[in-house]
Nanobody
Framework: VQLVESGGGLVQPGGSLRLSCVFSGITLDYYAIGWFRQAPGKEREGVASIGSDSRTYYKSSVQGRFTISRDNAKKTSFLQMNSLKPEDTAVYYC??????????????????????WGQGTRVTVSS
């Protein structure tokens, strides 16, 4: 299983970026997809998640600015990021794992829910 992110770069505050994640070696139909980020000196945190039935979850600080989507046929996920802020600066990772929404301990933005990870793409928001 391989995940490859792309689309990162340098953007001014208020700008937009669209991150892509391409999956190979896996059939996504029953898998959840998550996007995470890790800023310098900080722990990795969940940003957005999309379940196998396309229900979505967002970290509160990105709600209304970020949109996660998936295309199972193309084995791709996108993270559209608008109104970017300097505090969004981080390396962004996509991840996937079996969708366990039925579990009482389900935590869609928790790293433990995901088995496979990409290498990350860097996003820098600065003027």
């Amino acid at each position: 299983v391989q995940l490859v992110e792309s689309g990162g770069g340098l953007v001014q505050p208020g700008g937009s970026l669209r991150l892509s994640c391409v999956f190979s070696g896996i059939t996504l139909d029953y898998y959840a997809i998550g996007w995470f980020r890790q800023a310098p000196g900080k722990e990795r945190e969940g940003v957005a998640s999309i379940g196998s039935d396309s229900r979505t979850y967002y970290k509160s600080s990105v709600q209304g600015r970020f949109t996660i989507s998936r295309d199972n046929a193309k084995k791709t996920s996108f993270l559209q990021m608008n109104s970017l802020k300097p505090e969004d600066t981080a390396v962004y990772y996509c991840a996937t794992g079996p969708d366990t929404y039925f579990s009482s301990s389900y935590h869609p933005l928790g790293a433990d829910e995901y088995d496979y990870w990409g290498q990350g793409t860097r996003v820098t928001v600065s003027s």
